[in-house]
């Protein structure tokens, strides 16, 4: 119900091809069959639709304003309504996805493990803005939203190796694994007239302000941080934010220049990807 009635339904494709090459007759007269037990290439391709907006967000709605509006000869206070969504065009954002991989089997299953890499083309997701950005006045109202939402694209990619051993010693069987991930996620595209966008609230410990086009959405914005904050006598002895409210267990602000402040023209950006390790 987020959208018209005629851009409720989207069409999105996807398809995938597998070949698995081990069991070609060249191929077992070429490989040792005891070494190599399964090789399978695949590969694949998808458009996949997100869902933006809420319920009833393509429809014009109207908020109650907390404010009091004074009418009539004698000036009766009453309840003011304001337009707070004007009816739009929203529908479906997109998302292109390829994907590669390869399984195989080694030493009669002994030795088992995968590759995979992919790819997403996000298009159409829908950001949060400042209400500057976000609104403009229309037909002399202010504070309405524009009409078309404002949205960004993304492009994230990565690759995942899984490798897993299983033997037995005597009767006893056993199996032991591990997995590696990797992934990013950079803006390529937003519809804001500034060169980066921001969200509505910042937290000084460490939530990003700000992505700029081409920048690692998994960047980290905030102060630098040493440790945490263990006994009141440290915290006596060290930079508090005025703004938060400062108490044993929170993070120690550093002083990156030694002028004695800190506040929120040290936010610096710590560039870097996500790595996920597992053993299993």
Not at 119 to 136: E, F, P, S
Not at 157 to 178: A, C, P, T
Request: zero cysteines; proline letters at 4%; charged letters at 20%.
């Amino acid at each position: 119900m987020s959208y018209s009635p005629d851009k409720r339904w989207g069409y999105f494709q996807a398809f995938s091809l597998g070949w698995v090459m081990s069991d070609e007759v060249w191929f077992k007269n070429l490989v040792n069959p005891n070494i190599v037990n399964m090789i399978k290439l695949r590969g694949g391709f998808g458009l996949v639709g997100n869902e933006v907006g809420s319920p009833f967000s393509f429809l014009t709605q109207y908020a109650q304003s907390s404010n009091r509006i004074l009418f009539g000869e004698n000036m009766a206070s009453n309840v003011g309504w304001y337009e707070s969504d004007v009816a739009n065009n929203l529908q479906w954002s997109s998302s292109k996805q390829y994907g590669i991989g390869l399984d195989f089997g080694f030493l009669k299953d002994r030795l088992t493990g995968s590759f995979d890499t992919f790819l997403y083309l996000n298009k159409g997701d829908v950001m949060d803005m400042t209400d500057d950005m976000i609104r403009v006045d229309i037909l002399g109202m202010p504070n309405t939203p524009k009409i078309n939402a404002p949205y960004t694209t993304s492009r994230k990619g990565g690759f995942e190796v899984s490798l897993n051993w299983q033997d037995k010693i005597g009767k006893v069987g056993y199996r032991v694994g591990v997995n590696y991930s990797y992934w990013d996620e950079r803006v390529t595209r937003h519809s804001s007239s500034d060169s980066d966008w921001w969200t509505p609230t910042f937290d000084n410990i460490g939530k990003r302000p700000y992505v700029t086009n081409g920048e690692s959405i998994t960047y980290p914005y905030g102060l630098k941080t040493n440790g945490l904050h263990g006994s009141w006598q440290n915290m006596y002895n060290s930079l508090l934010h005025a703004n938060n409210n400062m108490t044993l267990g929170t993070p120690a602000l550093v002083d990156l220049n030694g002028d004695g402040r800190v506040n929120d023209y040290y936010v610096f950006n710590a560039e870097g990807s996500t790595h996920i390790l597992n053993l299993v």
